[in-house]
């Protein structure tokens, strides 16, 4: 059921996975977002806020957003925390929970385990698991598993797969994506990213869910330093599916510390 973990997913993977070398950055953010889709689907539109609490062992994140995707207005939180453990391994736990009709899922919940590869520590090999209840009797239960590659300073690799299974029925799909970040904090960090593969369901209205597909999409964020602590955030977004196609923006501005 895609519609129900990436909506308002807890946190991207990818952000999550940085986490550790940029436990220096704490930040607060706000902004907002507006995607066409097509075949009169409805449009999203909202607004969002979130907090980085960054410590020498933990990073907090809090998110939370107001929407409205295929006509269907809702709110969702989330809070999320990584773990460092020692030079080596950490930990990423998030939680979830949202409002609305159909879209945003009642409960979900990430977990997973992270551990540091090599000498210099600049390879992450990742595994872990996303539950998720969303409306009307549908679930999600996935597995999946990344591997990072700091390639230098200010270049970051990521690329992953997930296998999912979603109720009622026991629809398997899987899906491969990607990433590329470059830039530091503290000046500009461009970030792309991409996936593709099945989805299971998709609850894109108070009807009969989408099922059984292959989708494709894309992205980027654009994060840009003004001053030492205060910038803006740009981002970009394509998806595709034999139904519709949805593309828009956002836009938000960070005080970071």
Sequence with gaps: MKTARRVLA?????????????????WLEAGAFYQQVTNDFGDWKGAYARAVLAGSRNVWYLDAKAQEAFRDKG?????????TFSDRFYTQVGIGAGTGDFVLPDLRLDASLNLKLGSARSLILTAGGTLVDAKSG???????????????????LEGGARINWSNPGSVSSARGYGSLSVGRS??????????????????????????EFNSEEAGLSW????????GTVIGGDWYHNPFYTRAGASLGLFHAW
């Design 10 to 26: 807890s946190l991207p993977l990818c952000l999550l996975a940085t986490a550790p070398r940029l436990s220096a950055q704490s």
């Design 75 to 83: 709110v969702y939180g989330a809070l999320a925390n990584v773990h």
């Design 186 to 211: 503290g000046s500009s960090l461009l970030t792309v990213r991409g996936s593709a593969g099945g989805e299971g369901y998709q609850l894109a209205g108070p009807g009969a869910p989408l099922r």
């Design 223 to 230: 994060r840009v330093w003004f001053a030492r602590s205060v």
């Design 138 to 156: 549908f679930e999600d239960r996935a597995l999946f598993g990344a591997l990072t590659w700091y390639a230098g300073s200010s270049v970051l």
